[in-house]
């Protein structure tokens, strides 16, 4: 990956967010996580593409790997909560829900009064955040 001969984490952690997202459509589950280990090996200085890649790996490693995925979900909600990331801290919370966290599931819904985005208050319906 080009990015990665740059050793731009920028670059780096969104060709991997891209990657990712292709190949679980294509249904490489293994390539999918492949991708986000790749893109958060590097320590970042641009956190918002690394919070992206972190949600997708959340996502994409919440069954096959829930241990790796809750350290992520983690780092997500350290990230965002930081950075006044509002919707990646909700999903943060999505993520922690899914992976059984309670207070996490009570949490995400009122953490979401104020983002506007549809496809962010579907995530959080009951059958969506609890697993």
Do not use: K
């Amino acid at each position: 990956m080009l990015a990665t001969e740059t050793g731009d984490h920028c670059w780096i952690a969104t060709v991997a967010h891209g990657q990712a997202r292709l190949a679980a459509a294509r249904g490489d589950a293994a390539g999918a996580l492949g991708w986000c280990r790749t893109g958060l090996r590097p320590q970042p200085w641009y956190l918002w593409p690394r919070a992206r890649l972190l949600d997708a790996g959340c996502e994409l490693a919440a069954l096959p790997s829930p241990a790796e995925a809750g350290r992520w979900a983690a780092e997500l909600a350290e990230i965002a909560g930081r950075g006044a990331m509002q919707e990646l801290t909700v999903r943060a919370l999505a993520h922690r829900a899914r992976l059984g966290d309670r207070r996490a599931a009570v949490a995400a819904p009122s953490a979401a009064l104020d983002v506007d985005n549809p496809a962010l208050h579907r995530l959080l319906a009951p059958e969506g955040v609890v697993a």
